[in-house]
C-alpha cells in the first residue's frame, strides 16, 4: 500500500509539473498575440500620424510620429524573443522588421517632402509610393503570424485540458488512495485491539469458570474431612464411610476436570497429533459401549450397537474418546429403562457415526453453544451429573482436526442423536469379520 502510495505520489508531481509546463506555454502564446497587436498597432498609429502632419503640417503630429517610431522596435526585439520557439516565426519576424524599417523610410520620406515641398508636392508623389503595398505586406505578414499563434493557442490549450484532467484523476485517485490506507490501518488496529480484548476475555473467563468449577469439589471434600476429623460423627462408621464416599466421589471429579482441561488446552494449542490410520468402526463402536457398560448398567440403560464394518483412516484412540464422550452424555441425559443406539453409515467420503438417545433433549438455541467449552444446557448440569462441560468441546476438537464435522439433531423430550464425520481409509471396504452387517444388538446393559 505504501509503495502504491509513493508512485502515486511520484505520478501526480509529474503530472502537476506537466500541467504547469502546458499552462505556461498557453499564457506565453497569448503574450505574442497581444505584442503583434500592439505592432499593428504603433504601425496604423504611425501612418494616421504622418497623414495628419501632410495634411495640416501640424508639429504635434510629427511628434506623435517620433513617438511610435520609437516604440515599435522594443516591441519587434520582444516578439522575437517570445518567438524564439519556433523557427518559422522568427523568419516571419525578421521578414516583419524589414517591412517596417523600409514602410517607416517612406513615411520619413513623406514628411520630408512635406516640410520641403508642401502639401501638393506630397499629393504628387503620393501616386508612385510604395507605402500602401508595405502596409498591406505587414498587415498580412502580422495575420499569417497570428493565424500560427491561434493554431499554437487552441493545441495548447487541449494539451493543457488534457493534462489538467489527468492531474484531476491521478489527484482523486491519490486521495482515495490516502483514504483507503488510513482507513486500512484504523481497522487494522482495530481489529488488533479487538482480538486482543477478546483474548484476554476469555481468559479471563476461562480462569473464573475453572476456579469455580476447582472450588465446588474443594469445599465439598473439605466439608467431609473436616467432620470426620472433628469427631462429631461420633464414631459412627456408617457416616464415617459416607463422608469419605462424598470426598472420593469430589476428587473423582476433580480429577476428571483436570483431565479435560488439559486435553483441551492440548488439543487446541496443537499439543497433541492425531496419528491416523485404518482402523475398523465397528471395533471402534463395540470398544466404547464395552467402556460405558458399567455406567449405562448404573442407569439402566440399553447400549444397542447397529453397524457394519468399515475402515476408517483416524486415530483410534481419539475417536473411541469422541465415543464415549457422546455416550456418556446420552446416558446422562436419558431416563432409566432408555435406549441408545450407536451406528456408522458410509457418507461419500466419510463415515458418519452416529450416537442417538431418547432423552430430555436439547433446545435449538442450545445446539450449537454445547460444543463451546463450559456451556451446558441447564448451569447445575455439572453438579447433577457430574460433568465438566468440555467432553463437546473436546469431541469437536478431535473430530475436526480428523477434517469432520460434529453436530446434534434434537426434539425436546424425545431425544437427541449426536453425528460426527471422519474420512475413509483409501482403501475402504468391508472387513470380513463374523460381526459384518450385524445390526443385531451386541450389548444390552438393562436390567
Ligand atoms: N445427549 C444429550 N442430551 C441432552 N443434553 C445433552 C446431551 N449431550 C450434551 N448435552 C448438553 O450439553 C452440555 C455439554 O455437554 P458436555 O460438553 O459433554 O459437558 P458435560 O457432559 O460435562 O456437561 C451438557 O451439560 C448438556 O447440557
Ligand atoms: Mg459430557
Redesign the pocket.
Known amino acids: 500500500m505504501l509503495t502504491l502510495l509513493a508512485i502515486v505520489g511520484v505520478v501526480s508531481h509529474r503530472t502537476i509539473l506537466g500541467l504547469i509546463d502546458d499552462s505556461q506555454w498557453v499564457s506565453h502564446t497569448h503574450v505574442v498575440l497581444e505584442l503583434l497587436q500592439r505592432v499593428s498597432f504603433q504601425v496604423t498609429q504611425a501612418e494616421a500620424a504622418v497623414r495628419g502632419f501632410v495634411i495640416t503640417g501640424n508639429s504635434s503630429f510629427e511628434a506623435q510620429y517620433l513617438d511610435d517610431k520609437q516604440n515599435i522596435w522594443p516591441l519587434i526585439s520582444e516578439l522575437r524573443l517570445g518567438t524564439s520557439d519556433n523557427p518559422n516565426q522568427q523568419k516571419i519576424v525578421s521578414r516583419l522588421e524589414s517591412l517596417i524599417k523600409e514602410r517607416f523610410i517612406v513615411m520619413d520620406e513623406g514628411i520630408q517632402i512635406r516640410k520641403s515641398g508642401g502639401l501638393n508636392a506630397v499629393l504628387a508623389q503620393s501616386k508612385n509610393s510604395r507605402g500602401p503595398t508595405l502596409s498591406l505586406q505587414i498587415s498580412a505578414l502580422v495575420a499569417q503570424m497570428r493565424g500560427e499563434e491561434n493554431r499554437l493557442l487552441s493545441e495548447r490549450n487541449l494539451r493543457e485540458q488534457k493534462s489538467s484532467s489527468r492531474a484531476f484523476v491521478v489527484a482523486l485517485l491519490a486521495v482515495f488512495l490516502a483514504m483507503a490506507a488510513v482507513l486500512g490501518s484504523v481497522l487494522l488496529i482495530f481489529r488488533d485491539l479487538t482480538r486482543g480484548r477478546e483474548v484476554d476475555r476469555l481468559k479471563s473467563e476461562f480462569v473464573s469458570i475453572v476456579s469455580h468449577e476447582l472450588r465446588t469439589p474443594l469445599t465439598s471434600i473439605h466439608g467431609s474431612l473436616g467432620l470426620l476429623a472433628s469427631g462429631l460423627l461420633g464414631g459412627s462408621a456408617e457416616k464415617g464411610k459416607r463422608m469419605l464416599e462424598i470426598a472420593v466421589n469430589n476428587t473423582d471429579r476433580l480429577i476428571r476436570l483436570l483431565n479435560d482441561i488439559l486435553d483441551i488446552e492440548k488439543l487446541e494449542s496443537g499439543k497433541i497429533q492425531m496419528h491416523p490410520l485404518p482402523c475398523d468402526s465397528s471395533e471402534l463402536l463395540s470398544r466404547a459401549a464395552e467402556v460405558m457398560t458399567p455406567m449405562a448398567q448404573d442407569h439402566h440403560i440399553a447400549i444397542h450397537l447397529s453397524n457394519s464394518s468399515k475402515i476408517i483412516n483416524a486415530d483410534p484412540d481419539r475417536i473411541l474418546q469422541c465415543l464415549t464422550?457422546l455416550l456418556?452424555?446420552?446416558i446422562?441425559?436419558s431416563e432409566a429403562g432408555g435406549i441408545v443406539i450407536m451406528r456408522a453409515t458410509p457418507a461419500g467420503e466419510n463415515l458418519r457415526f452416529e450416537v442417538a438417545?431418547q432423552?430430555?433433549?436439547?433446545p435449538l438455541d442450545k445446539q450449537e453453544a454445547?460444543f463451546e467449552r463450559f456451556?451446558?444446557?441447564?448451569a447445575s448440569?455439572?453438579r447433577r451429573?457430574g460433568?465438566?462441560?468440555?467432553?463437546?468441546?473436546i469431541t469437536r476438537s478431535i473430530v475436526q482436526q480428523h477434517g469432520g464435522k460434529v453436530w446434534v439433531e434434537s426434539q425436546m423430550g424425545k431425544g437427541?442423536t449426536?453425528f460426527f464425520t471422519v474420512p475413509l481409509a483409501n482403501t475402504a471396504g468391508q472387513i470380513p469379520t463374523s460381526e459384518s452387517n450385524s445390526d443385531a444388538p451386541i450389548i444390552t446393559a438393562t436390567q
Open positions: 464422550n456418556s452424555n446420552a446422562k441425559f438417545d432423552g430430555r433433549g436439547i454445547i456451556q451446558q444446557v441447564d448440569d455439572s451429573k460433568g465438566t462441560g468440555l467432553g463437546l468441546a437427541s449426536f
